[in-house]
């Protein structure tokens, strides 16, 4: 055995569908085990709030070790994980294959499971996480649902606290007048014939939050391929489940999993690729589902045809990308998101960015402290914005005429720790950046 590990990281098939997954026993030992791990080591200090409640919580305990420390007080710990993988792909030693097998993501995945099987979830909750239901509803009744989700409301936004629990400050998610299926569904765009990417055809998963919040990322999308030789058509069956994922409901993200796969095989067949829009989402049909249902074919076949947006955009400039890109004279500090990092890719939005002339890029590589509906909640909160107090203070810094993350609600989330004297340019994603630098504007 070699101290800490030498080769690169590899997953476990997720076990969802065996009875020891959700055995309170064999969870409790193999928590204790990786906790007294994580303690010795504490590499990950600096990463989600999981781990200084973890080093504290033992820390003040009776020894100043684990075995004086209640199981019941664990799940401070738990909760505080958003499942961002950062800590499993870019700072732990011991992920398999070394013989100390640490996976903190999952482990906290097979808690989060129990408490779901356990209906220790709560109602208001499980109402957020109904992604495509929310959906639905906020695109049709679209004014009234975004004055409700408004900070300053008096009156809806306060109902709102109270019913599912979400902090009055958290800036919310607000919903498009048409989804992005409705706004594509009669255009004419033309595909560029002498483009070098003539002849690639890709599907554009839209996510939910592509489809009912910010459909100007799959229109941005759209045009830049088509520009570039790409013909590309909209499905979207269903929400990736990653909301379901963060919460514990496996067995719903699983089922997601082999529908949206079914769904999406016949175009793979005739030679599609798969674009994911948000990268949470790219991170699910990559690498998630695969370890929920390892035995399907057409999971497997879906990952390896899934790009990130950014990911298949620098493919396509690898053989070259359309005349049109103008110069851009500003400066945008970009964030890169934590799902988009763990799809081990490198900095694909970047290097996208960096193909426009006299664009100046930074980057900023740490957490933004959101988690998706972990973040907005009442208790989660003033935790999920001090996490990105750091990256705002980054931001400040290097004074950029733009920000955008690869991560809408990073981005909303890092405006938000910016505060209101911050006057650089909010763009939800980069996308529209090079879409801006082609001259088309959404």
Known sequence: MREGSLDAPTRHPIAWESDDFYNKDALDAETRRVFDICHGCRRCFNLCDSFPRLFDLIDESKSGELDSVDSADFKPVVDACTLCDMCFMAKCPYVPPHEFNLDFPHLMLRHR???????????????????????KLGTALAPLANMATQRDGKVLRPML??????????????????????????DDIQVN??????????????????????????????????????????????????????????????????????CLQPYIDKGYDVIALVPSCALMLKFEWPLLLPNDI??????????????????LAAKGLSDGLQAMEKSVTLHIACHARAQNMGHKSAEMLRLVPELKVSVI?????????????????????????????????QAPDAISSECPLAGAHIAQALGEDNTAEQLSHPVLLMARAYGYRF
């Open 193 to 262: 014939t002498d483009a070098a990417g003539f002849g690639r055809k890709a599907v554009l998963y839209a996510t939910c939050y592509g489809n009912y919040n910010v459909p100007e990322i799959g229109l941005a999308t759209r045009q830049i391929l088509a520009h570039n030789g790409v013909e590309t058509e909209l499905v979207y069956p269903e929400c990736c489940g990653m909301p379901q994922f963060e919460k514990g409901d496996v067995e719903a993200v699983a089922n997601k999993a082999a529908n949206v796969a079914a």
């Open 365 to 397: 590589e740490r957490c933004s402290g959101h988690g998706g509906s972990w973040g907005v909640m009442q208790d989660n909160f003033p935790v999920a914005l001090k996490q990105a107090q750091p990256v705002a203070r980054q931001a400040v810094k």
């Open 298 to 315: 057409t999971v497997a076949s879906l990952s390896k045809a899934t790009y990130d947006v950014a990911e298949y955009i620098v493919e």
């Open 161 to 186: 606290n109270r019913v599912l629990g979400v902090h009055q400050d958290a800036e919310l998610p607000r919903f498009a007048n048409k989804t992005l299926a409705a706004q594509i569904q009669n």
């Open 113 to 135: 499971a129990v408490q779901w099987r356990d209906n220790e979830v709560g109602f208001a909750e499980k109402q957020l996480i109904k992604t495509d239901r929310n959906g």
